[in-house]
Nanobody
Framework: VQLQASGGGLVQAGGSLRLSCTAS????????MGWFRQAPGKEREFVAA????????HYADSVKGRFTISGDNAKNTVHLQMNSLKAEDTAVYYC??????????????????WGQGTQVTVSA
């Protein structure tokens, strides 16, 4: 699976951005897609994940209530709607696919495919 991410940019605190990630290649309803982010000098961290079937979503505590992950199966695309952005959300955001056993969605090393990353900068 190859992933293409888009939608990053510069926004003021309190603003919104929408990230998209399109997967090329075969996907299955039981598979997950995820978003991670990495700020300068920090480890890559989990943000959100969704199963392609749409019946299972997960969020990091730091983004709950502000971010929403959704999927468009017909277009093999996953979106991350980010509202009420804060300066601490500034990072490069990566989409990920093909979660491997033991299927711990927050574990960076269990995701097989990664997008190229898109920069999100939130000014205070």
């Amino acid at each position: 699976v190859q992933l293409q991410a888009s939608g990053g940019g510069l926004v003021q605190a309190g603003g919104s951005l929408r990230l998209s990630c399109t997967a090329s290649g075969r996907t299955f309803s039981r598979d997950f897609m995820g978003w991670f982010r990495q700020a300068p000098g920090k480890e890559r961290e989990f943000v959100a994940a969704i199963r392609w079937s749409g019946d299972n979503t997960h969020y990091a505590d730091s983004v709950k209530g502000r971010f929403t992950i959704s999927g468009d199966n017909a277009k093999n695309t996953v979106h991350l709607q980010m509202n009420s952005l804060k300066a601490e959300d500034t990072a490069v955001y990566y989409c990920a696919a093909v979660l491997r056993a033991p299927y711990n969605i927050v574990a960076v090393n269990l995701w097989r495919s990664w997008g190229q990353g898109t920069q999100v900068t939130v000014s205070a």
